[in-house]
């Protein structure tokens, strides 16, 4: 029996992804997570503008592409008129807590029952390396080239703990993408998830800590190294919210 | 034994397999290239291979089987 073969919920087109970036394994967890849960067929996936732009072509689902930040918006509509399918959005940072940090706000306090993919990687990847909601204080970006300033640009938004604070969520965590230990991890998570939505239990969010070494100027292997040196002690994982569990 | 086995065409060479692998017998090529025009991961020593796929859990492009 293999022990690993790519899943068949996602296409054979190759990936636009820079090397090493991670957006490519969770990509493969979603995949994989609703391949396991026997869903793909009635799953109909929402894609950001970010890097992820394309994922229509790389998920074997039904994908719809949403305007910049309005995926959670358009996730509520379509699973409102096909409350029998399993909706999913895929955001970036600047997508997600930018942009539409109001749709994501709401999405959630009203408790839609969605689940939200949330890639934290710090940055604006598609546009050349702006700075985010989420760059760390002291990281650089174009928008911030000698490194993100408090007094300048605030601080950074921890999405997860924020959201953790509405009733409307039913699970909200966080997982990292900085080894393979920790992408095994981020994939239960990432079922418990869709798990919630198939359960009728309401709005999920799993926000994922990946690397951009493009414009981090960094190789990936050192991208993923500041993921767990650098960002994690900002953004710890965990579980923040399960309304089927006591947490923290 | 499931052994771990490159699609050389898929590989962007982005080492984080290399990293992950814990027999540390993952190298990449130093000359040669693939059709994208990057150096490719190879498996060195595939009979010390143990199967545990940690390459392919990390792999962004989903360039390795274990099989
Ligand atoms: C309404 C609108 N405003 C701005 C843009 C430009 N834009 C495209 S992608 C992007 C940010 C993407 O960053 P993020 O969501 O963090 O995703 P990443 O590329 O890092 O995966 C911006 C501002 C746009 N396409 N549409
Ligand atoms: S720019 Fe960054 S986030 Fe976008 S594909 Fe490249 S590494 Fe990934
Ligand atoms: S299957 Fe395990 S031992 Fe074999 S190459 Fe991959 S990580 Fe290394
Ligand atoms: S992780 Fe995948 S893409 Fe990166 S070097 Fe290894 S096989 Fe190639």
Redesign the pocket.
Same mark, same amino acid.
């Given at each position: 029996m293999p022990v690993f073969h790519k899943t068949k919920v996602l296409t054979d087109v190759p990936m636009h992804y820079c090397p090493g970036c991670t =957006?490519g394994v969770v990509h493969r967890l979603v995949a994989e997570c609703l391949e396991e849960l026997g869903v793909a067929g009635k799953t109909i996936g929402v894609a950001?503008? %970010?890097? #992820?732009?394309f994922a229509y072509n790389y998920f074997n689902l039904d994908m719809a592409e949403a #305007? =910049? %930040?309005r995926a959670p918006a358009m996730a509520t509509g379509i699973k409102r008129v096909r409350p029998e399918c399993v909706v999913f959005a895929y @955001? %970036?940072?600047?997508?997600?807590a930018s942009?539409g940090a109001a749709e994501t706000v709401h999405a959630a306090a009203r408790g839609e029952n969605i689940t939200v993919i949330f890639?934290n990687?710090g940055?604006? %990847?598609?546009?050349g390396g @702006?700075m #985010?909601p989420t760059t760390l204080i002291g990281a650089k970006a174009t928008t911030c080239p000698y490194g993100r300033d408090p007094k300048v640009n605030g601080y950074p938004v921890r999405v997860s703990e924020m959201l953790a604070q509405l009733d409307g969520p039913s699970y909200i965590a966080r997982v990292s993408t900085h080894n393979a230990r920790a992408v095994l991890d981020a994939k239960k998570h990432i079922r418990r998830a869709f798990e919630k939505q198939i359960e009728g239990k309401g709005f999920a969010l799993v926000e994922v800590l990946t690397g951009?070494p493009t414009n981090w100027a960094m190789s990936p292997v050192d991208a993923l190294k500041y993921v767990e040196e650098q960002v994690i002690p900002y953004y710890p994982l965990g579980v923040y919210k399960d309304t089927d569990k006591e947490v923290r | 034994m499931p052994k771990a086995k490159i699609k050389k065409e898929v590989c962007k060479g982005c080492g984080l397999c290399v990293v992950n692998c814990p027999k540390k017998i993952l190298k990449l090529t130093e000359r040669e290239i693939n059709a994208m025009g990057y150096n490719y991961c190879q498996v060195s020593d595939p009979e010390a291979c143990i199967g545990c796929a940690m390459c392919a859990a990390i792999c962004p492009d989903c360039a390795i089987d274990v099989d």
């Open positions: =957006h950001p503008v %970010g890097c #992820a732009v #305007a =910049h %930040g @955001q %970036g940072d600047g997508d997600l942009i890639i990687n940055i604006y %990847g598609m546009t @702006q #985010a951009c | -």
